[in-house]
């Protein structure tokens, strides 16, 4: 069980790496969206900050619980 906890971890860790990484595509595609270059280019890169954005939350959470976890386990 602790392992699983701890891959579990690690996977949140590492989408958290990527949306800090990934977090200037959602900057890029906001201002392609406002001046109109690259339509197409500019609405995959707004959906994927999103999906980045959303993985990052889901690490947060995923931490809160970890951290609930192991405060009920002492």
Do not use: K, N
Not at 10 to 30: E, K, W
Not at 31 to 59: D, E, K, M, W, Y
């Amino acid at each position: 069980m602790l392992s699983f906890l701890s891959l579990l971890f690690g996977f949140f860790i590492f989408f958290s790496f990527l949306s800090l990484f990934f977090g200037f595509f959602r900057f890029l595609s906001f201002l392609a969206l406002l001046f109109g270059f690259f339509r197409f280019l500019s609405l995959f890169l707004f959906f994927f900050g999103f999906f980045i954005f959303f993985s990052f939350l889901l690490f947060f959470f995923g931490l809160l619980s970890l951290l609930f976890f192991t405060s009920f386990s002492r």
